[in-house]
């Protein structure tokens, strides 16, 4: 089998996870630790959801603190890892004939930096970010997944950032609440469905909205779509596992899956 470099989608919660240390912060951090080194990062994330796809191109991408309502520590925070516009274009090239903008406003959402603050600390591998573009449908994002399994030759990881089951509305603050039937129905799915290699077309994952939890899950897609990526990038036959899992709040999963 070709050499790959290891691809993740990570559920990131909460924005406080930054500031906390617990079960799922720490399954990142061993990621970290313990995965080959990477020598860029292409990450997407649920929170640049977009018309059109792009790419962050600058050499140095501002940390966006796109969230309200959390202790100034939070907002303090910077993760001051380089851009590269070099693996701006690499993407681009292997995205082809799909236009990819290269942007040079955006930077780094909590999505990216929230879960790579924990994996690489010292912020000092390059870090491109795509968008997601939320006019197409799901097929389309597994597509482009797949084809930057080519840059997952070269070195170069893809970290994805989102929520398998996310539903603000239907959360509770209450620690002693009880995860939604449908949220634990939904996130058993996506769990039994990960390393399905049939037709694209039939993909349990790809067809998502099918099961009778899904418009609850996911009553907007930005948050599920990132997996996509994730799974469209793996190799016949190649490893997949599950870092982490839980429901957080009654209605967010922290599912995190690694292929390779």
Do not use: C
Not at 16 to 25: D, F, G, I, K, S
Not at 183 to 194: G, Q
């Amino acid at each position: 089998m070709k050499s790959l470099m290891p691809a993740l989608f990570l559920g990131h919660g909460s924005p406080m996870n930054v500031l906390e240390e617990n079960a799922y912060t720490q399954s990142w951090r061993e990621l970290g630790q313990n995965l080959p080194r990477p020598k860029g990062i292409i990450a997407v994330s649920a929170h640049w959801y977009t018309r059109g796809t792009a790419v962050t191109a600058m050499e140095k991408p501002r940390t966006i603190h796109d969230f309200g309502g959390f202790p100034q520590a939070l907002f303090d925070t910077r993760y001051p890892a380089p851009g590269s516009p070099a693996l701006a274009k690499e993407i681009a090239d292997a995205l082809a004939p799909v236009e990819v903008v290269q942007d040079q406003a955006w930077g780094l959402d909590h999505g990216a930096w929230g879960v790579l603050i924990k994996m690489y600390p010292q912020a000092d591998i390059p870090v491109v970010q795509l968008s997601v573009d939320g006019t197409k449908p799901a097929a389309y994002h597994f597509a482009l997944g797949r084809r930057l399994t080519a840059l997952r030759e070269r070195g170069y990881m893809i970290v994805a950032s989102g929520n398998v089951v996310h539903n603000l509305r239907m959360a509770s603050r209450d620690d002693s609440a009880k995860p939604h039937g449908w949220a634990v129905s939904f996130n058993h799915y996506v769990r039994e469905h990960l390393a399905w290699e049939g037709p694209v077309e039939d993909h349990p994952l790809v067809n998502f909205m099918q099961h009778e939890g899904a418009a609850l899950a996911n009553p907007t897609p930005e948050h599920y779509l990132p997996l996509l990526y994730v799974l469209g990038a793996r190799e016949p036959g190649e490893t997949i596992s599950v870092p982490a899992d839980g429901l957080e709040m009654a209605a967010i999963s922290m599912l995190s899956v690694r292929v390779g």
